[in-house]
C-alpha cells in the first residue's frame, strides 16, 4: 500500500494542490449524489433478498438453475440426444440459456457483494473467514476476554457500527489515487516555520472512529507512564512529575503518527484479541496515507504519497499510539529507573527528570561537591536505542537539557522548584499570565483588543491557567465574565 502515484496517474497535465484548496461539490452534484444513493440503497435491498434466496437454494449453481427452469430456459437435454431435425432449434435454446445464465452470475455477483466484504484494495491481505487453527482461537479469545472485547466476525462489526456491508466495504477500501475522500485537510503551522497536515474525518467517518475509541481502542492495557489524552492525565499532569527536579531532559519522536502505520495497528488489535478480518477492518478505518491533491484534466484526485498511518485529527489516532508504545513506555520506564530518572512520555514527548542523590549507600548525607553527575549521555543513548528498536526514531535536534538554574519547562508548563508552598509546582509561563492580565485589562479600560482577539480566547487562556492554578485561574474568569455580561466594556477586537 504505497503511495507510487507515478503508477497510477499520468505525469503530465498534473497541478498539485494545497490541502486547502480541493473543490467543494455544487448543490447540484450534491443532489445527484443524494439521488445516487437513494438508487444505489434501492439496489442493495433487492441483492441482500437475492443472497437469502441463493442461501435456501443450496449456493449460486442450484439457484441459477432453479431461476432458469423458472423462465423455462434451462436446457435438460444433452446435444448428441437431440434429432438431426431439432439441432436448430437447440442451439437457439441453447444460447439463450448461455445468456441468461450470464445474467444471472452477475445478479449473484452482487449479491454477493451486498453480503460479503471479499477485496479491501490493492496490497490488502483480508479474506470474509478467518483461518486459525482452534488451539489459535483458544489463545486469541483468552486475549480477548481480558480486555472485553467480542468482535468475532465482519457481520458483527457492521451491526456495531450501524452500517451495511458495502458502506463498511467502501469506508475501508484503500486506493491509492481516489477521486474523492473521507477525510476533510488543511495545515496549521509548526515552531520551526513548516506547516503540519492535518486529516480530520468526515462525518460519517468520525462517527465511527469514535465508536472504535470507546469500543475497543480504549478498553487495551495502556503504561502508567503515558499522560496524553487519557481520563485524569493531562498537559499538568505530566509536568508535576518532574516539578522541581535538578535538571529535566526533554526527547522528541520524529514524524511520530507517521511512523504507526497500517500493519502496526491492525498488530495492536490482533494481540487484543481481535480476530484477523476485524483487525484487518479496524485498522483501515483508522488509519489513512498521507495524500497529496492534484488536478488533473479538470478532477480533483487525492493520491497517496506514503503508507497508510494515523492520521492527526482522527479521534482514534492518539488513543491507538498510546496503547501501541506500552512495549516502548514499559523499556524506557525501566531504562530511566536504572538510572535513577523519573519518565513520562506526552504523545510524541518524552521526559526525564532526575535528582542527585542525597545520601550515600551507607545512608550518610552527601556533601554537594561529591554527588554524582546526572548520567545524561548514557540515557540518550539508551532511549535512542530502544526508540529504533521499536520502529521509531529521536528527533536529535528538538532534543534539551535543562539545568535548575534555566527555565525548565515540560509541556508548555513551568517546573523549575519553588520556595513557597503557595506557588503551584507546574504553572502556567510568566508572560502568558502578564498577557493575559494585560488584555483583559484593556478590555475593562475600553480599550480594544489585539487583532483577532476576542473573549473567547481570553477565556481559553484562563482556564488553561486554571487548571494548574485554580486561585489565579478563577479569578481572571470572574473579571472576563463581568466582561462578557458588559460588552461595552469590553471594547472591541480591531477589525483587519
Known sequence: MSGQSEKNVPATGLVVLDPGQAVKPSAELREQRKAERTARALERDKALQRWKAIEQAGGVPAWINAELRSQGLLV?????????????????????????????????????????????????????????????????????????????????????LAVDVPTLRKLCFHRDVESSSNYEFWTIAKRDGSRRTISAPKPELKRIQRWLLKNLVDKLPVHGAAHGFLRARSIASNAKAHAGAELVVKIDVKDFFPTVTFRRVKGL?????????????????????????VQFRGKTLYVAQGARSCPQGAPTSPAITNALCMRLDR????????????????????????????VGPDGQPLPPHSRAA??????????????????????????????????????????????????????????????????????EQGKPGKDGESLEQLQGMAAFIFMVDPKKGSAFLERI????????????????
Open 331 to 358: 523499556r524506557i520506564s525501566g531504562l530511566a529507573r536504572l538510572l535513577e530518572f523519573s519518565y513520562t512520555r506526552y504523545a510524541d514527548d518524552l521526559t526525564f527528570s532526575w535528582n542527585a542523590p542525597s
Open 481 to 496: 465574565k463581568a466582561l462578557q455580561a458588559s460588552p461595552n466594556a469590553g471594547g472591541a477586537a480591531r477589525s483587519t
Open 269 to 293: 488489535f490482533r494481540s487484543g484479541g481481535l480476530p484477523e478480518s476485524v483487525a484487518t477492518l479496524c485498522a483501515l478505518l483508522a488509519t489513512e496515507p498521507p495524500r497529496e491533491l
Open 76 to 160: 435438460d437435454e444433452e446435444g448428441g440426444a437431440v434429432a438431426e431435425g431439432a439441432k436448430s432449434s437447440f442451439k437457439e435454446r441453447k444460447k439463450a440459456e448461455a445468456e441468461a445464465r450470464r445474467g444471472l452470475v452477475k445478479l449473484a455477483r452482487k449479491a454477493y457483494l451486498a453480503t460479503h466484504i471479499d477485496f479491501l484494495g490493492q496490497g490488502v491481505f483480508y479474506r470474509d473467514e478467518d483461518d486459525e487453527t482452534s488451539r489459535e482461537k483458544e489463545a486469541r479469545l483468552v486475549r480477548a476476554r481480558t480486555n472485553d472485547l467480542s468482535l468475532e466476525s465482519f457481520n458483527e462489526l457492521a451491526k456495531a
Open 374 to 443: 546526572a548520567p545524561v549521555g548514557t540515557l540518550l543513548r539508551g532511549v535512542a536505542q530502544i526508540l529504533e528498536a521499536e520502529g521509531f526514531r529521536m528527533h536529535r535536534k528538538k532534543t534539551a537539557v535543562r539545568r535548575a538554574g534555566s527555565s525548565q519547562r515540560v509541556t508548555g508548563l513551568v517546573v523549575n522548584k519553588v520556595a513557597s508552598p503557595e506557588v503551584p509546582p507546574a504553572r502556567v509561563p510568566r508572560e502568558t499570565v502578564r498577557r493575559l492580565r494585560a488584555a483583559i485589562h484593556n478590555r
